[in-house]
């Protein structure tokens, strides 16, 4: 490669992903931990560092890696359109030097009982730079993965709680 010329970024305009997690906790515990800043600084996978800017609106440095592109990236992250204890949504808008994400999801709880939550959840992302040369269905993968990662460690935080009370 000559000096001074750039690998060829590409955009994947929008990638959607959804799914569903089952919590063995009432409602509303599930949805005071998933509102805890320190339970989602704790549980979002690569977090190096997690701040408050305002109501529900955070800034954090995350380690990602795809497949052979690794980096860090600076986020924003905004909860919003909460309605308690079943709706909530969030954005994020990160930027890298391997290339940028912004999205948003929608995550409903919904009761199956008194100790049994279910969310449902759905997301749509655009992903650009060189991370989304890796091609789509491989970033699928990796997002579905990182969202189970995150669900679990949610799981184990709502555990420490219920046993705390």
Known sequence: MRAGVKPVASIIPSMKLDGTYT???????????????????NAIPGVEAFEKIGPDEYNAKMKIGVAAI?????????VFDQQEPSHYKLSIDATGSPGFVKGEGTFELLEDGPDKTTINWSGD?????LVAGVGQRMLGGVAKMTVG???????????????AA
Not at 23 to 41: G, I, M, N, S
Request: charged share 30%; glycine share 8%.
């Open 125 to 129: 992302a655009q992903i650009g730079g």
């Open 149 to 163: 990662q995150l669900w679990k460690a949610m799981e184990s935080q709502i555990k420490e709680r219920q046993g």
């Open 23 to 41: 919590f063995e906790a009432p409602r509303k515990l599930v949805w005071d931990t998933l509102q805890d800043p320190e339970a989602l600084r």
């Open 70 to 78: 690794k980096g860090t990236y600076t986020s924003k992250i905004r």
